[in-house]
């Protein structure tokens, strides 16, 4: 029975019981994980090691990077794709628990309207996450960062750093922005393709 409750879990976390949906899981699954998964990497794994600062001292380059990266962008992006997985997952494993075919998700309503929470919910928290990161991050890095180092003693007061790959990292930014904002535009059009199926569904009968 565990295995059947699994099988379900993981055909409907695969296969949505929309076209739109599939389509974002795909989307979501191949090309932005793997964007983030090699990519991000590429261009900010070694961030921390390049960082530098003049005094070029290992404690002030420290302190100034923390400062620069409350959060490290790679941390943020991973957290923001598991936790929008969240709401869909939740759905998922109460449909393969009761064990809900897909294709009934959009013929009883009380299936539908709980899809349709989970997929607005979903996009609340793609905008939650915009929000922070155009907090955090801004739309673009600049080559040269200002590192307020009161606190470092009377001696130092700001010091200048160097970012390094400022320009690959302005450009992942947007990157990271535009499949934020591809993924929103799908979840508000796979709840209009609900709502037509849905439709089409009452009319039919």
């Known amino acids: 029975m565990s295995l059947n409750y699994i099988k379900n879990f993981y055909e409907g976390c695969m296969k949505p019981p929309t076209v739109i ?32 600062c003049d005094p070029d001292k290992r404690e002030i380059n420290l302190f100034c990077y923390n400062q ?40 009883k309503p009380i299936y539908t309207v709980i899809y349709i929470l989970s997929v607005l ?6 905008v939650v996450a915009f929000w922070l990161q155009i907090h955090l991050f801004g739309f673009q890095v600049k080559p040269l960062y200002l590192c307020d180092a009161v606190s470092l003693g009377k001696k130092f007061t ?22 934020t904002v591809i993924t929103i535009v799908l979840c508000v059009a796979e709840i209009f393709e609900i709502i037509f199926r849905r439709l ?6």
């Open 21 to 52: 949906g599939q389509f974002h899981t795909l989307f979501f699954g191949s090309v932005r994980m793997f964007f983030l998964g090699v990519l991000g990497f590429a261009v900010y794994g070694n961030e921390a090691l390049h960082f530098s």
């Open 68 to 107: 620069f990266r409350p959060i490290t962008p790679q941390v943020f992006w991973a957290l923001q794709l598991v936790i929008v997985l969240v709401p869909g997952a939740i759905f998922h494993l109460y449909a393969a628990c009761k064990s809900i075919n897909q294709e009934c998700i959009l013929q």
């Open 121 to 126: 919910l979903r996009i609340s928290l793609e």
């Open 158 to 179: 700001v010091i200048k750093c160097m970012v390094p790959e400022h320009f690959e990292k302005t450009i992942f930014l947007i990157a990271m922005y535009t499949f």
């Open 200 to 205: 089409c569904f009452l009319i039919s009968q």
